[in-house]
């Protein structure tokens, strides 16, 4: 029993890291520090200093067959440890290295107890207001190119 | 047979500067930057991404300005850089299911969940040459709709829950992804290899060959099942993390053919399908590469294998537009010791014509 409840808990915590992941490697670099530079940032080194590399996109065949590989995209990545031990990790599409040590840090910050609750609430919650009214935009944008179809009804049958 | 030979240095050096020179044109002309590049001439943007292999929006760009718009030299120049960069693995398959859709059409049904949206499209345009883009032009901002609140699914799952269409084909666990950047390319090749080949292919070699299978070079003549465009989400393995972790969303295109097919012994008739795949908004090439994918499967589906579009040798040792500018250009490098030798020879079988066309004139003369 315990030992489900721990698994349960680290998937959570999983689940939690990998939501906070996603709005912020769909945010810009500036805009993600901006926000961070409201909090005072807590003691940390570079594990794994910021690098540039790639990874092979994968699709599948009809979309949902086998893999193949479509590919290569450009990434960053870095790993940052806060000096309480939590170790984060920042990964992101692109060449920007500054990025992924800023999604390293915020990566760390959320699997401290003390620290979850300001980086959910001064940067991952604007950046996530920000990312859906972008999306949301798009859609609506889409939305309009919507064909709505009648039929022209001939003669008295 | 190649020979080193110094010299040129200095006319190659100024060469290139010259080449920089030109590259800028006229001084008076603001110069344009990579962000113009990459906003304005967006579809060339995504054509050196798919066919160059590598999705970096700033470095086709680049690429792109680097090479004065030659779109070809701007895919060798990005195919270049990309060996530069180590790997750090491949991502998880992306759900094109998922897509947010800024673009989906079908040419098989009217009415399909999630609606037939045209999105940012040339068709249903005039052709016509927009003077008021030559003087600076403020388009007016989009209109908005409600957005359904239903998904969007493919057309081919649509058809394919009454059986009607094949269902993709399923990868035997653990098999292997074939990567023809690693391992040179041995045929038959399977469908994973060919399709990474068509999606670096160049557009004007499928839309040909595509072309040409329609036209009834190998019988092809298929609907558009569905053509979507859009955002997927990207996601990573990440060893050191211990899960997938996300890397932001790329933008796709994927189109689905849909063709006859009359079935055999074994199998019911039923419709086929070809895939299409690319990165950006690439709807031409993609809907060229599913062409060609289903014409490539002819000898899979028991086709009489008459046409180039249905041979997956010539296809695919063709397709690469990096590897054929290569070899064609090559021939504008100094071969003046192999043209010597061919001068050489043909004097010599000259010579040998000459005087065996004389002897019998000399005998008759003699007579």
């Keep these: ?157 | 047979m190649y020979v080193a030979v110094k010299g040129g240095e200095r006319a190659i050096e100024n060469a290139h500067r010259l080449l920089a020179h030109e590259r800028r044109g006229d001084r008076d002309v603001p110069e344009v930057s990579l962000a113009q590049i990459s906003e304005q001439l967006s579809l060339g943007v995504d054509r050196v991404m798919t066919e160059g292999s590598l999705y970096d929006r700033e470095l086709a760009a680049l690429a792109i300005k680097q090479a004065r718009g030659d779109l070809i030299e701007a895919i060798f120049l990005v195919r270049a850089f990309r060996a530069t960069l180590p790997r750090f693995g491949a991502t998880e398959p992306v759900d094109t299911g998922a897509m947010q859709v800024r673009r989906r059409v079908s040419s098989t049904f009217k009415d399909i969940p999630g609606g037939q949206i045209l999105g940012p499209t040339f068709d249903y345009t005039h052709r016509l040459l927009d003077p008021l883009l030559a003087e600076g032009f403020a388009p007016e901002t989009p209109a908005t709709g409600e957005a359904s609140t239903g998904a969007t699914p493919r057309v081919t799952d649509i058809l394919g829950r009454d059986g009607l269409i094949e269902p993709s084909p399923v990868a035997e666990a653990d098999a292997p992804v074939g990567d023809l950047t690693r391992e040179p390319l041995n045929f038959p090749a399977d469908r994973d290899l060919r399709l990474q080949n068509l999606a670096r292919a160049d557009e004007g070699f499928l839309l040909a060959l595509g072309y040409s299978s329609q036209r009834g070079y190998g019988r092809n003549h298929p609907f558009a099942g569905e053509i979507r465009f859009g955002e997927v989400e990207v996601e990573f393995m990440a060893e050191d993390v211990g899960f997938a972790v996300p890397l932001g969303s790329i933008a796709l295109t994927e189109c689905q053919m849909v063709n006859q097919f009359k079935g055999s012994a074994t199998e019911a008739p039923c419709f086929t399908r070809g895939y299409g795949l690319a990165f950006g908004q690439s709807e031409r090439k993609t809907m060229s590469m599913a062409l060609v994918d289903r014409s490539l499967r002819a000898r899979e589906l028991g086709e009489e294998v008459i046409a180039p579009g249905q041979d997956e040798e010539f296809v695919m040792s063709h397709s690469d537009n990096v590897q054929a500018t290569g070899f064609v250009e090559h021939l504008k490098l100094p071969h003046y010791v192999d043209f010597q030798s061919e001068l050489g020879l043909l004097r010599k079988l000259r010579k040998e014509f000459a005087e065996a066309n004389e002897a019998p004139q000399m005998q008759e003369a003699a007579e």
């Design chain 1, 1 to 157: 029993m315990a030992g489900n409840e721990s698994l349960a808990n680290e998937n959570g915590g999983q689940a939690r890291r990998k939501a906070v992941m996603a709005v912020l490697a769909h945010s810009a670099t500036a805009d993600i520090a901006g926000h961070l530079a409201t909090l005072a940032l807590p003691v940390h080194e570079d594990l794994r200093a910021p690098e540039n590399g790639l990874v092979m996109v994968r699709g599948r065949v009809g979309g949902d067959g086998a893999p193949f590989n479509l590919g290569e995209a450009t990434v960053s990545r870095a790993a940052v440890r806060l000096s309480t031990g939590e170790v984060g990790f920042g990964y992101t599409l692109g060449r920007d290295r500054e990025k992924a040590r800023l999604i390293a840090l915020c990566d760390a910050m959320v699997q401290s107890v003390e620290l979850a609750g300001a980086i959910e609430a001064q940067v991952v919650a604007p950046l996530r207001a920000a990312m859906i009214e972008r999306r949301n935009r798009k859609v609506a944008e889409a939305a309009a190119t919507r064909v709505d179809f009648y039929t022209l009804v001939r003669g008295e049958g």
